[in-house]
């Protein structure tokens, strides 16, 4: 079976973060199954590098100038490829208005077609009413229910999103009591960074003996201004005892039984469903708070929520955390390694492939 993915910014450092880690993680557990192989079109950013071949997953880079140029460069690439060549055409991103492009080019290629929308986008050029060309591809993959809920076609499937549980110690994860808080993600405003800050603030200045991270892989995708960002938090912090680390980081070492975690999104823009940090620090037996504008069924009942932008309310979730730990994060993390787990929903992948063909 020979697959054709398109999909941007697959390249280092970005495949390490957000949802490319996830389709990286995919992408490879696919290339180990019986007789698939996989080609990528991509591109690098200026401040990329090109991920190596792995077994049966191939990755071609574009030449591009943005998201926009890419697009057109990889469907003429495609275009120019052997009607035939390909079994399947999956395309990965945030636009509902280019899964009619995907079934136009695997019609064109002699292709089945697969469109996964991997990202939150909530903009105009997000609306599933620009999905007119829906008909034409052979499946349109949600990967949160929020978004799946929306789409009312006969063609769409609901599949979540994997992470690699590799590093996660198998047994039971023995509850704690927390020592430490910590916020993982880009400095961005809709990412809640300064709610997070606040709210540290807060509990600081109560006599909290937590310490708190801000955790940040630096200039990332969608932050452009990530220096100015950075030198914004810097001040919001000021004296206040609040670390912020910058870099690469293992995510194993970082989150445990006796880390809180805090996703304290604004906004739903720009991001994957069920974000996989959220994910990751389940499955590491993390207590999490969250705020709440995701529609997180599957986990939302193990973990704290609380009223976005409020760093009142955020500062109460942490004080409840930290005199009396009272979520269950052994059967969260169970649930998570099992329903997210990168080598079944490579699986599940890998059928709707195989029924398309």
Not at 251 to 269: D, H, L
Request: hydrophobic share 40%.
């Amino acid at each position: 079976m020979k697959v054709l993915v398109i999909c941007s910014n697959l390249c280092y450092p970005y495949i390490e973060m957000s949802g490319n880690k996830a389709i990286y993680a995919l992408l490879q557990g696919l290339s180990g199954m019986d007789g698939v192989a996989i080609d990528v079109l991509s591109y690098i950013t200026e401040d990329g590098k090109a991920v190596q071949d792995y077994g049966n997953l191939k990755f071609h880079y574009l030449k591009a100038g943005g998201l926009f140029e890419f697009r057109l460069l990889a469907y003429k690439k495609a275009l120019s490829f052997i009607k035939g060549r390909y079994d399947i055409v999956h395309d990965f991103s945030s636009l509902p208005l280019l899964g009619g492009l995907t079934g136009v080019l695997g019609k064109s290629l002699k292709a089945r077609s697969v469109h996964s929308l991997v990202t939150i986008n909530e903009t105009f050029l997000g609306s599933p009413k620009l999905n007119f060309g829906n008909f034409l591809l052979d499946k349109l993959v949600a990967t949160d229910r929020n978004t799946y809920s929306r789409l009312n076609f006969k063609n769409v499937l609901y599949i979540p999103l994997g992470v690699d549980f590799n590093k996660v110690e198998e047994g039971e994860v023995i509850p704690k009591m927390p020592k430490k808080v910590v916020f993982l993600g880009s400095l961005e405003k809709r990412k809640g960074v300064d709610v997070f800050i606040s709210a540290a603030k807060m509990r600081l200045e109560a006599g909290s003996t937590l310490k708190f991270y801000i955790y940040t892989y630096g200039k990332e995708v969608r932050d452009v201004s990530f220096s100015s960002n950075l030198e914004k938090v810097r001040k919001l912090v000021g004296k206040a005892d609040i670390e912020v680390k910058v870099g690469n980081f293992d995510v194993a070492k970082i989150f445990g039984p006796e880390t809180i975690y805090v996703q304290a999104n604004t906004s739903r823009q720009g991001t994957l469903g069920v974000p996989l940090t959220t994910l990751e620090a389940v499955a590491y037996g993390s207590p999490c708070i969250l705020s709440n504008i995701y529609a997180l069924e599957d986990i939302a009942k193990h973990c704290l929520i609380y009223e976005a932008s409020s760093p009142k309310q955020l500062n109460l979730a942490i004080k409840t955390l930290e005199e009396k730990r009272n979520l269950d994060t052994a059967d969260a993390a169970k649930f998570v390694r099992n329903a997210h787990n990168i080598a079944g929903i490579s699986k599940e992948v890998y059928s709707l492939y195989r029924s398309l063909l």
